[in-house]
């Protein structure tokens, strides 16, 4: 609790500062203008505020009238809102866009650094200094991270030789606060930065930000980097800490960063700043926010399952940032202080621990945003103290980010502006001291069974987390070349064909070797299978659930191991492999929920004296063909779906996965999956595979796989043999020629990025993989353009090393296959993008087709590899048609800002899984369960409430429960 000292000097402090900024209003708050009324309504019904901001986002991408007249009564048609008033009258492009580049220019200085000079002028003219930030975040290509390198050195030599003739603000102050003064967004330095691959952004952001300190060094500037998302915080911590530990910059005083206090470990990374200044005896200057991603991080963090790490509540935050504050202050020694908040109160507690602490006037600043807050910078410019102005330049279209998150700020309900300009909430209440985060204690293991929850991908932004990764593939090193035995029946038979597995990054050097099966072993394997099933169909359901449970603890106990193994046998990033595992828990977790569900018989009907009971029984044994892509979770998905309803199993693991393979068994054995009941049963599909499809005692299939081999498992399987005696089920998941589709009005920098990935993640041998990007005519050459370029960006190489996004594919015959028809490609189109690749290894470039022949058949064939083809189409429907004209139904994408075109497409566009504004890969079980249509595959879809249905036949019992008349149900 606050003394009552202390809170009496805030609260004076604070009405001093009330007082002095009279009944100013900021300009956006300004009722008199249309925009204030419009924030004003926005307040007033939240519910406004998602169509209003994703008009002001889009806004931006549309070129005409015509398609901003149509956006604008798709998202705001029922005239909620206060547009200006002229709209109505004159429903052009040019006034409406007018009306939302005001708002914008009330939060940019200027489109280039020339043209914000006059801006700048102004605000020192003022009195205001003001730091520098150029707009744009988030950078798809190398290309475009050197381009905004150079801006900054442009703006640095702009801004130096303009702002050294300018007159001092105040002599005392001026030494200790550099005239020019930038800000700096890494996540712009490098278009692949993220935190599995740390060291390598951290040295990338390095090696682009080093010219922009030498230079703002050179003209006695300052620079600062910002802080974005949460993912991205360690990065710029350490880029900051290493560049200043760099013997260029080890005596310069003139850099910072910012911290976020919304965030829980803000306190900690003050301390390490300030212990890492305290050790090599400098100052460092710290700028502290509250943090504006606060909805991206809850919303980004419960999506992944992840600790979500701001506090829930604002005043949690504004409690946080005070007590940083004390601790800048108290060490100001060290640190210089610049206090970034518009929050009358936060602001009065740091001017009187300044006071208190008698810290120095030069060893702290405001700094608040152009464009925010203005009474208050003026009330505080008159108490004289100095306000910086965070002063962005750039485009409206890239700055539209930053425009929506203005505005969001502002609207926000909990928002310090909001309630004191808009709200009439009284300066007591405003000053009131925030209630403090208090953790909540941990929920004792809830009683029973938790409803499913997806299994969190692992946190790479945790050092721990990428030293345990390594340390999990040098294991994986020391036992490669190990050999795996058949296992039917629980006993081990070693005398069947090898299989040798190698790895696709290094083909010399052996994974491991199974043995495969002999026929006679095939044989033996099914009446194994049948004989055990028995007993284990008789076992509870909610026992053989809990077997799936246990193998979920299992996978999470062994999962850097298993992770590692698909880095090494077929070539899987971290990031995919460490993704695979968790898909491999949820499908555990899921289908062990799912039995308990349909395990329960139903009641049907309430006919008196009567009873019926729904109820289902395992088919028997089935026979499991995995492929090698997904080689931990497809298989076990498959396995432990047949055997958690009670079937028994024969697991064939892909040849190219053995050792995979190999692991996704033992872990359901490990689980409690019964000798017999599950058996591994390694072989060559052509052989082992069709003997076993055809075999007269296995009761079903299932497979996922190629369309030729799915397609002759479905004609195998449909023909009865002698002596068969139940009609073979065969459930098989097949290929897709996956598109996504560009609209006019599309979000590039969002779209290029998931395209990327679409196509490229796991080089592109996905089946839901995007192999063709479908773009409207009027956005085609820049969206080419742009991906072109972010192509050439990526790196292939191995995938032991994170900072390669692109590993090999899978073998000899897969590249050979891939390469044909890019020189297929070539003769009939044009390759717009492709780059080197190492020499040893089965890599092949990430490539992009254009020009195509519509008859081509690159658009039709699934190839499996990193292969692209865009083309061109009129419109939407157009695209859809073209998408549609494939033999395939399985994933689709659109990247769209038209709510309407959303709705048309999702019900036009022939996928059994379409994503919208998203990648089209990494389906969630759950919550997308996945799978196909048309030549994709038959059966329901893995991961999702029919699935486990289908290894079962439902069956009714229907007893007469009348006797002499009487029922009891129907008792007198
Ligand atoms: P593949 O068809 O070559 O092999 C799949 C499995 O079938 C392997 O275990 C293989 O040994 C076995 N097999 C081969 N010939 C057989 C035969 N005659 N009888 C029985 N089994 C036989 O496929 P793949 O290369 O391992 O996997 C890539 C393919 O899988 C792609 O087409 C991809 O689109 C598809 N896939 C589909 C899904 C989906 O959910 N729809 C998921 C992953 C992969």
Known sequence: MEQDSARDAVKAKGLEIFRLMGSETPALFDKGWWAGRMMERVMRDPSLKVPLFRFVDVLPALN?????????????????????????????????????????????????PRSALKCLRRLWDEGRPFSVDILGEAVVSEAEAERYRDLYLILADTLSKEVSGWPPLDPRLDPSFPRLHLSVKVSSLYSRIGPANHEDSVREVRRRLLPILAKAREAGGFVNLDMETYSLKEITLDVLTETLDDPGFHDWENAGVALQAYLKCAERDLRRLIGWAKEKNRRITVRLVKGAYWEYETIVARQKGWEIPVFPRKSHTDANFERCVEIALENHEHVTLAVGSHNVRSIA???????????????????????????????????????????????????????VRRLLENASNEGFLQRAFLGNIPPEELLAAPESHVEAPRDREAEGLKPFSNEPVADFTIRETRTAFRNALAEAENRMRESYPAVIGGKEYRQGEPIVSVDPARPREVVGTACGITPELADHAVRTAREAQKGWSQRSHGDRAAVLFRAASVARRRRGELAAWQVREVGKSWLEADADVAEAIDYLEYYGREMIRLGKAARLGDCPGEENLYLYRPRGVGLVIAPWNFPLAISVGMASAALVTGNAVLYKPSSLSPVNGWLAFSLLREGGAPDGALNFIPGKGDAVGDRLVGHPEVDFVLFTGSRAVGLRIVEKAGRTGPGQKSVKRAVVEMGGKNAILIDADADLDQAIPAVLSSAFGYQGQKCSACSRVIVHAECYDRFLARLCEAVKGLTVGSPEDPANGIGPVIDAAAKERILASIELGRREGKVAAEIPVPGEGYYVSPTVLTDLPPDSKILREEIFGPVLAVIRA??????????????????????????????????????????????????MVGRQPFGGFRMSGVGSKAGGPDYLLQFMEPRVITENTMRRGFSPDVLP
């Open 64 to 112: 005409d009238s015509r398609q901003i007249a149509r956006h604008a009564r798709e998202y705001l048609s029922d005239g909620a809102l206060p547009l200006p008033w002229f709209v109505n009258f004159l429903p052009t492009a040019y006034v409406v866009k007018k009306a939302v580049t005001g708002i914008s220019r009330t939060f940019i200085a200027g489109e280039t």
């Open 349 to 403: 507690k740091a001017l009187t621990t300044a006071e208190r602490l008698k810290v120095p006037r030069d060893r702290y600043e405001f700094q608040m945003l152009y464009g925010m807050g203005e009474p208050i910078k003026r009330a505080l410019m008159k108490m004289g103290f100095r306000v910086r102005e965070y002063a962005p330049i750039g485009e409206l279209l890239p700055g539209m980010a930053y425009l």
């Open 874 to 923: 009129g419109d939407i429907d157009e695209a859809v048609d073209l998408a549609n004209s494939s033999d395939y139904a399985l994933t689709g994408g659109l990247f769209s800002r038209s709510p309407a075109t959303i709705r048309r497409v999702g019900e036009t566009f022939e996928v059994g899984n379409l994503y919208i504004n998203r990648g089209i890969t990494g389906a």
